[in-house]
């Protein structure tokens, strides 16, 4: 019975997995085995009904993410054009810091404040060719996978947004409980990064800075979720970590505070303006209440508010940056959006119709007929960072099972705690995905020749990480969450 249920998820990842299918394909073969398995059981249902709020709430999740994903992929593209990238590359590389301190400044500093801007991994554009620069190839591309930490607040918070709305929890309470829960996968990943810095050797001055920056950006990124401000969590997080701890070096090699405070300030001027546009927009809808419900699309639990979506602030820095150099044409990405626009479509959709067709309940009720907590909040880190590693995405990977955690939450009476474990684990799995392995590699290939080996080198190198990392999430479930067994 379970595995009947279950089957949907199980071919999705075993097509993606073991057959090396599309997560398109995989999502869609999904979809299609929900439609026979609900049709077949009777304790399922399957109408029009089913259908139609799964459709809604799977176009109004899928718009989310196409508002953001689109203009985002756009300001990239008009920074790379006008050399925006090439400059701030330039300087890094320039930069009178330490290597390894430079480094680790990128990693959990700038290189998610951008991230977080823009999303999908396109910080790595900026990140590959740097970190080859300083760095053994190797060692190189391994750091580039630590430096995807910003996960749950890429992309503006995106996939914290849209797993809000699959969970019906509050955004900030949400925000918050996954920030509390990564302090120790920061602290971890800190460690990691000193590790690989020093060749496998732990030095202790290294160790303790990165220990410090990680430490950081994650008590950050508390207080910003604490304070409300979840989609510019990890922008403003990643900028003031990148800040504080670039000030202090500066002051500890005796070099000019306000030269470099110049240069780095204006090679970050675009990022600054969209954080500068989502403060104006916010402060705007906190005056004028009356824009979110003018401005909101309902659905079946979920919304999607217009004006609160991270849209409007980026298509307003991208005519700014435009207005400046109006002789370069924009390049708009439709392919590329439409692209992960559609995996995440048929992921949702599978979502949405295991929910509607009574898969979630079903399931839950299965699971709870055993009545060992123990085994499910130590399973249900695992169950998240599966998610994360399969699709390549904190939110696809909550598209896919953020109803299941969520639900199964309900059964124990922490319905956010669960949402929290889903969003976090999932988040801190997507850097040893393949599909950022195979973008690395790709940028990679661009300034130096890569082995067709390299690719399972990196990835034993995440799948060793995701070790520490589990338990990490785990040792956090138990203190916040408080349990007793």
């Known amino acids: 019975m379970i595995f009947l249920l279950l089957l ?102 700038l290189l998610p404040a951008l991230e977080s801007i823009t999303g999908f991994g396109v910080s790595l554009i900026l990140a590959v060719p740097v970190f080859i620069s300083l760095l053994k190839q190797e060692t190189a591309l391994k750091v580039s996978m ?43 990943l800190g460690g990691i990064c000193s590790f690989v810095l020093n060749e496998n050797e732990i030095k202790y001055k290294n160790f303790i800075f990165g220990i410090s920056i990680a430490s950081t950006i994650s008590i950050l990124l508390m207080i910003f979720n604490y304070m409300g401000q979840v989609e510019i969590a990890g922008v403003l997080s990643g900028l003031i ?15 000019s505070l306000i030269s470099e405070y110049k240069n780095i300030l204006m090679n970050i001027s675009p990022y600054i303006l ?13 005056l004028f209440p009356y824009l979110i419900e003018s401005t909101t699309f309902h659905g079946v639990g979920v919304d999607l508010v217009f004006i609160k979506s991270p849209f ?25 959006t439409i692209k992960a626009c559609s995996t995440l479509f048929v992921f949702i959709l599978l979502s949405q119709l295991m929910n ?3 898969f979630i309940d079903e399931i839950v009720v299965i699971l709870n007929s055993n009545e060992n907590s123990f085994l499910y909040h130590v399973s249900s880190p695992l169950i998240g960072m599966l998610s994360g590693f399969i699709t390549g995405s904190n939110l696809g990977g909550n598209a ?19 949402s929290a474990i889903q969003n976090a684990s999932a988040g801190f799995a997507v850097f040893t995905s393949v599909p950022i392995i195979v973008l690395i590699l790709t940028l990679a290939k661009n300034t130096q020749k890569s082995s067709s080996s390299m690719e399972q080198v990196m990835l034993r190198f995440g799948l060793k990480c995701l070790v520490p990392i589990y338990f990490s999430i785990v040792l956090a479930v138990f203190i916040i969450g408080n349990l007793s067994f």
């Open 8 to 109: 949907p998820l199980i071919l999705s990842l075993l097509l993606i997995i073991g057959f090396k299918k599309s997560g398109f394909v995989s999502g869609l073969i999904g979809v299609c085995s929900t439609l026979v398995i609900s049709y077949m059981m009777e304790s399922l249902q399957l109408d029009l009904g089913v259908l139609y709020n799964s459709l809604l709430n799977t176009i109004i999740l899928t718009l989310s993410a196409f508002l953001v994903i689109l203009p985002g992929l756009t300001l990239n593209n008009i920074l790379e054009d006008h050399g925006y990238n090439r400059s701030l590359q330039g300087y890094l590389k320039e930069m009178p810091i330490d290597r390894n301190h430079k480094v680790m400044l990128l990693v959990f500093g």
């Open 274 to 286: 969209v954080i500068i546009i989502l403060v104006i927009l916010k402060i705007i809808v906190s």
């Open 146 to 188: 630590l430096s995807m930490n910003i996960m749950p607040w890429g992309t503006l918070g995106l996939a914290t947004v849209v797993g809000s709305k699959i969970s019906s929890q509050p955004i900030e309470s949400l925000g918050f409980l996954t920030a509390c829960m990564s302090l120790f996968v920061f602290i971890v």
């Open 400 to 418: 896919l099972l953020m109803d299941m955690q969520s639900s199964l939450g309900v059964v124990y009476n922490r319905e956010l705690l669960f």
């Open 312 to 336: 409007l602030a980026i298509v307003i820095a991208i005519l700014l940056i435009m207005s400046k150099n109006k002789s370069t044409k924009i390049s708009i990405p439709i392919n590329k």
């Open 241 to 255: 970590t990148f800040l504080i701890f670039f000030s202090f070096l500066l002051v500890k090699n005796n070099s």
């Open 356 to 358: 509607f067709s009574q």
